[in-house]
């Protein structure tokens, strides 16, 4: 059985760092893709980061790119979103997914038709 289960969200001021931590069970990390995806309220879910599975190459949207590192553990698959300079357009709900893709994708319709698995997120929420 595979879970993804997500952790860290907390409320913090705008400028702080957060970092959110994946954790995936029943998948290997050479075959699987990790996404994290967040929703915003009232809004639809949008891609965050990715690392693909073998070489760990990863992607960022730009409205988090220079701010937000992802990286993953292989012994213990583990993954983590690393978000420095915090602002109040990051609040949401944080996913974690994994995929059976590569590369990996921060684009969610590029998730159907793979097999995936979603974690019940975690809540950011900054404030100014």
């Known amino acids: 059985e595979v879970q993804v289960v997500e952790s860290g969200g907390s409320s913090v001021q705008a400028g702080g760092s957060l970092r959110l931590s994946c954790a995936a069970s029943?998948?290997?990390?050479?075959?699987?893709?990790i996404g994290w995806f967040r929703q915003a309220p009232g809004k639809e879910r949008e891609g965050v980061s990715c690392?693909?599975?073998?070489?760990?190459?990863?992607k960022y949207v730009d409205s988090v790119k220079g701010r937000f590192i992802m990286s993953r553990e292989k012994i213990g698959n583990m993954a983590y979103l690393q978000m420095n300079s915090l602002t109040p357009e990051d609040t949401a709900i944080y996913f974690c997914?994994?995929?059976?893709?590569?590369?990996?994708?921060?684009?969610?319709?590029?998730?159907?038709?793979?097999?995936?698995?979603w974690g019940n997120g975690t809540l950011v929420t900054v404030s100014s």
């Open positions: 997914v994994v995929g059976f893709l590569r590369p990996c994708t921060v684009r969610l319709e590029k998730l159907k038709g793979r097999m995936h698995y």
């Open positions: 029943g998948v290997s990390f050479d075959d699987y893709s």
């Open positions: 690392i693909s599975s073998g070489d760990g190459s990863t």
